[in-house]
Antibody, heavy 127, light 111 residues
Framework: QLQLQESGPGLVKPSETLSLTCTVS??????????WGWIRQPPGKGLEWIGSIYYSGSTYYNPSLKSRVTISVDTSKNQFSLKLSSVTAADTAVYYC???????????????????WGQGTMVTVSS | QSALTQPASVSGSPGQSITISCTGT?????????VSWYQQHPGKAPKLMIYEVSKRPSGVFNRFSGSKSGNTASLTISGLQAEDEADYYC???????????FGGGTKLTVL
């Protein structure tokens, strides 16, 4: 059974870079038809998609965060990672990783639903 | 402000049916049959309940159903149970430039 687990520091200082890793177990990150995504949820608020990556390295990012976000993949470790730079208190949130269903129509990739989620990890931005 | 609009809260009594709406635009909900719904209990990760407007993943009860009309998608829960009390979020594909948009979430209270 596929499982995802987030890991990384729970506390990050303002202006620094938030770094998280998601480890995939029980299956391969190199599966076709799936991207791998990051979603966050500030305390008491709704879900916000950050971005998603394919095992080949192809990425899609939320335009509102794109200038600060880098998502990468390491197929040898079955992991994908998130880096968010220049963080502020507004980046304080629970960060989730998830498997992201995708549909490829010739050369167009369409992103579908997040069907398996990690448990989430709380990241606080504070000095 | 979320891209998709959901009511902040809905409520219903056990055994009743409720419907949660999710209103988007012709650029997202209206253009693609790629609306998904997630259930989130307090302190837990979201769980996929409906994908591609009306499909249920394995293990999701058939009390949960989805539909779409124009720019508005809907999640209906029939035969409400106490364990259905949770937050519900809709999500839609919105094109290659902004592929994923979420609704603001709806808190379901089972009276």
């Amino acid at each position: 059974q596929l499982q995802l687990q987030e890991s990384g520091p729970g506390l990050v200082k303002p202006s620094e870079t938030l770094s998280l890793t998601c480890t995939v177990s029980g299956g391969s990150i190199s599966s076709s038809s799936y991207y791998w995504g990051w979603i966050r949820q500030p305390p008491g608020k709704g879900l916000e998609w950050i971005g998603s990556i394919y095992y080949s390295g192809s990425t899609y990012y939320n335009p509102s965060l794109k200038s600060r976000v880098t998502i990468s993949v390491d197929t040898s470790k079955n992991q994908f990672s998130l880096k968010l730079s220049s963080v502020t208190a507004a980046d304080t949130a629970v960060y989730y990783c998830a498997r992201h269903r995708s549909i490829t129509m010739i050369v167009v990739v369409i992103l579908d639903a997040f069907d398996i989620w990690g448990q989430g990890t709380m990241v606080t931005v504070s000095s | 402000q979320s891209a998709l609009t959901q009511p902040a809260s809905v409520s219903g009594s056990p055994g009743q049916s409720i419907t949660i709406s999710c209103t988007g635009t012709s650029s997202d909900v209206g253009s693609y049959n790629l609306v998904s719904w997630y259930q989130q209990h307090p302190g837990k990760a979201p769980k996929l309940m409906i994908y591609e407007v009306s499909k249920r993943p394995s293990g999701v009860f058939n009390r949960f159903s989805g539909s779409k009309s124009g720019n508005t998608a809907s999640l209906t829960i029939s035969g409400l149970q106490a364990e259905d009390e949770a937050d519900y979020y809709c999500c839609s594909y919105a094109g290659s430039s902004t592929p994923v948009v979420f609704g603001g979430g709806t808190k379901l209270t089972v009276l």
